[in-house]
C-alpha cells in the first residue's frame, strides 16, 4: 500500500510538472512587443539620443572600446523604437527550471550621427542622434502643396457627332479647371492659350531664344508638374433586327509631366457611354427613350468630376522629390523647391545610402522656391552627394 501510494505520489508530481511545462512553453514562446512613444508602423521616422558605454582596460583598447560603445548606442538606439521578446522554458533531468529570451528590435536605424565622445575612468562613452523607423511605405498623406500648370487642352470631336457637342468640349475642360482650383493642397497656374511642346523646352536655351528673351517660354520648374487633359467625343453605333441604337463616347486621358524633365509622371483614362437616341418601328419608344441635352451634359460633368478625383488621388501619393546640387560658393547643398511647394523646417530629406541604409538630411535655411539641406552626419563629404534624387517628407 505504501509502495502504491509513493508511486502515485511520483506520477501526480511528474504530471504536474509536464503540465507546467507545457503552459510555460506556450506562453514564452509567443511573441511580446514592447512599445515604445516613438515607435511607428507607418511611413515615418523619429529622432533619439542614445549614448552607448565599453570598457576601457587599457589605452591601447581604445579603438576597439570605441566601436563597441558605437555597437552599443546603436542597439539601445533601435530597441527605444519598441522590441520583440522571444523566449523559451526548459527543464532538466531533475526539476531545476531554466528561462531563455531573445530580444530583437522592432524598428531599423535608418541614419546616425556621431554628437559627443569622452573616456569616463574605465569607460569609453559614445552618444549618437539616431533616425529610426520605416521609409519603405508609400505616403499619401503627406502635406505638400502641388504647383500645377495647365496647358492648352487636346480636343477631337468626330464628324458623326452632333454639332451642339462641340462647344461642351470646352464646359468639360472649364469643369476640370475648376474642381482642380478648388482643392486645398492644389495651386494651378492658367496657361491654356500654350501648347506644351515638351522637347522644345528641353533643347532650347533661353539665353539665344529670341521668343524667350522678347515674350518668354512658360515652363514647368522642378517640384512643379505640367497638366495636359485630352477629351475626345465620337458616336457608336448598334443595331439589331428591330432596333438601332447610337451611343455617344466620351474617352478623356489626362497627363501629368514631371517639370524641367517633362517626363510623364502619372495618367489617367476613363471612359463613359451615353446613348444618344433609339430607331425602332415604334415612334413613342422612340421619343422617350431619347435624353435630353442637359441630361447628357449634366451625366458628363460627373464622369469629368470621377476623373479629377482619381487623378487627384494619385498625384496626392506622388512624392515630392528633386536633386541635390553642390554650390561651391557657399559650400552647402541646394535644391530647387521651397515653400511654394509645402517644405518647412519641419520637413526632411533622405536618400539612399551606402554605410547606412539612407541619408537624411534636414532644412537649413527655406525661401519660396529654394532650400538648402545638410545630413544629419556632419561627417559626411556633402560633394559625393551631388546630383542625388532625394525624396521629401514631414517630421511633426
Request: proline share 3%.
Amino acid at each position: 500500500m505504501n509502495i502504491l501510494s509513493k508511486n502515485f505520489k511520483y506520477y501526480f508530481q511528474l504530471i504536474l510538472i509536464v503540465f507546467t511545462l507545457v503552459i510555460w512553453v506556450t506562453i514564452a514562446l509567443s511573441d511580446t512587443v514592447i512599445p515604445n512613444k516613438n515607435s511607428t508602423e507607418k511611413d515615418t521616422i523619429s529622432f533619439i539620443l542614445s549614448t552607448g558605454r565599453a570598457s576601457l582596460n587599457s589605452p591601447e583598447d581604445t579603438d576597439l572600446a570605441r566601436r563597441r560603445a558605437l555597437e552599443d548606442a546603436l542597439y539601445l538606439a533601435s530597441i527605444e523604437g519598441g522590441a520583440k521578446i522571444n523566449g523559451y522554458s526548459a527543464i532538466d533531468s531533475g526539476t531545476k527550471l531554466t528561462e531563455n529570451f531573445v530580444v530583437r528590435p522592432t524598428t531599423k536605424i535608418l541614419d546616425y550621427a556621431i554628437t559627443k565622445e569622452v573616456i569616463k575612468e574605465t569607460h569609453y562613452e559614445v552618444t549618437i542622434k539616431a533616425a529610426i523607423g520605416s521609409l519603405d511605405n508609400k505616403n499619401c498623406s503627406n502635406n505638400n502643396i502641388f504647383n500645377l500648370i495647365a496647358y492648352k487642352p487636346i480636343f477631337n470631336l468626330s464628324n458623326e457627332s452632333p454639332a451642339w457637342l462641340s462647344p461642351v468640349l470646352n464646359e468639360l475642360f472649364v469643369e476640370i479647371i475648376n474642381d482642380i482650383n478648388n482643392r486645398q493642397n492644389i495651386e494651378l497656374f492658367n496657361s491654356t492659350d500654350i501648347e506644351l511642346n515638351s522637347s522644345l523646352l528641353k533643347n532650347i536655351n533661353d539665353d539665344y531664344d529670341y521668343t524667350s528673351l522678347t515674350l518668354g517660354r512658360t515652363r514647368t520648374e522642378v517640384g512643379s508638374f505640367a497638366y495636359v487633359p485630352t477629351i475626345k467625343m465620337y458616336v457608336d453605333n448598334k443595331s439589331s433586327a428591330l432596333n438601332n441604337e447610337t451611343f455617344l463616347i466620351m474617352e478623356i486621358t489626362s497627363n501629368l509631366y514631371e517639370g524641367f524633365t517633362y517626363k510623364r509622371s502619372s495618367s489617367k483614362s476613363h471612359k463613359i457611354s451615353l446613348k444618344l437616341s433609339n430607331r425602332s418601328p415604334w415612334r413613342t419608344v422612340n421619343v422617350l427613350s431619347k435624353p435630353s441635352r442637359k441630361l447628357i451634359v449634366e451625366a458628363l460633368k460627373k464622369s469629368i468630376k470621377k476623373h479629377v478625383d482619381s487623378l487627384l488621388s494619385d498625384l496626392d501619393c506622388q512624392p515630392l522629390t528633386a536633386n541635390l546640387k553642390f554650390e561651391n560658393q557657399i559650400k552647402k547643398l541646394k535644391v530647387n523647391i521651397g515653400k511654394k511647394h509645402g517644405l518647412s523646417f519641419n520637413s526632411i530629406a533622405f536618400t539612399r545610402g551606402t554605410n547606412t541604409p539612407w541619408v537624411i538630411f534636414k532644412v537649413d535655411d527655406l525661401d519660396n522656391n529654394n532650400a538648402i539641406l545638410s545630413p544629419i552626419d556632419q561627417r559626411r563629404d556633402i560633394k559625393e552627394l551631388d546630383g542625388k534624387l532625394v525624396e521629401f517628407m514631414e517630421v511633426l
